[in-house]
Structure formats: structure tokens, C-alpha cells
């Protein structure tokens, strides 16, 4: 691999490239000159400009769902404040004692205390974060 590269890189490979010669060659370099300048204002200008704010609109996505991914922590935080002093989970656990123990027992391994947990914990998040405007 290496002594093809060497070989490729002592070989040379020659460009041809158009030659002006007289005057129909320089008013064909003039002319390829306007054509160059025409491609550049009218073709790449104009993709850098689309690069360009396809860069900015990616970039301002980018921030917007880290802005959201901050913004759900820090209101997770605040719902679990709240969570803790309404105390939930141990007015479950008192009103669960309540229940026959078969009734109890099939809601235990059902889960849906637990189930019943999670569903207050993401009301309560969602009513922080309406309440924070978002």
C-alpha cells in the first residue's frame, strides 16, 4: 500500500488546461472570466447563503431542545418539592392498608400504586411547567 502511494505520488499527472493564445484566446478567457463571475453570484452565493441558515436553523434547534431538556429538569426539581409536601405516596400507603389483603395483594403485584405514583408525579410536573409558561 505504501509504494502505491509513493507511486502515485511520483508519477505526474499532467492537467491539461485550456490555453489562450491571440485575441479569440484572450476574449475567451474574458469570456470565461464573466461566466466564473456569473457562477459565483448566481450559483454559489447563494448555496452559501442556504448553508448558511440551514446551519443557523439546526443550531437554534439544537439549543432550543437543551433549553427544554433544562427547563424539564429544573421542573422536575420543583415537582418533587411539591411531591414531597403533599406527601403522596404515604397517603397511598395509609388508604392502601384500607383494602382487604387478597384486593391489596392483586393491586401490589399489579403495580398500580405504583402506576397511580407515577401518574400524580407527571401531573404535577406538567402543572409546574404550565404554571413556569412552558
Given at each position: 500500500m505504501k509504494k502505491l502511494l509513493i507511486l502515485l505520488l511520483l508519477v505526474p499527472f499532467?492537467?491539461?488546461a485550456d490555453t489562450y493564445t491571440d485575441v479569440g484566446g484572450a476574449s475567451q478567457m474574458v469570456a470565461d472570466s464573466f461566466?466564473?463571475?456569473w457562477d459565483f453570484m448566481y450559483t454559489d452565493v447563494p448555496d452559501l447563503i442556504q448553508r448558511a441558515i440551514a446551519y443557523?436553523?439546526?443550531w437554534?434547534?439544537?439549543g432550543k431542545l437543551e433549553f427544554y431538556k433544562v427547563f424539564i429538569v429544573?421542573?422536575?426539581g420543583m415537582a418533587k418539592v411539591i411531591i414531597?409536601?403533599?406527601n403522596i405516596m404515604s397517603q397511598i400507603t395509609s388508604n392502601m392498608s384500607a383494602l382487604p389483603v387478597d384486593v391489596?395483594?392483586?393491586f401490589i403485584d399489579m403495580r398500580l400504586f405504583d402506576g397511580i405514583n407515577l401518574l400524580l408525579h407527571a401531573s404535577v410536573t406538567k402543572f409546574v411547567m404550565n404554571f413556569l409558561g412552558k
Open positions: 499532467l492537467a491539461t461566466t466564473d463571475l443557523f436553523i439546526t437554534s434547534i439544537k429544573y421542573a422536575w414531597l409536601d403533599l391489596r395483594q392483586a
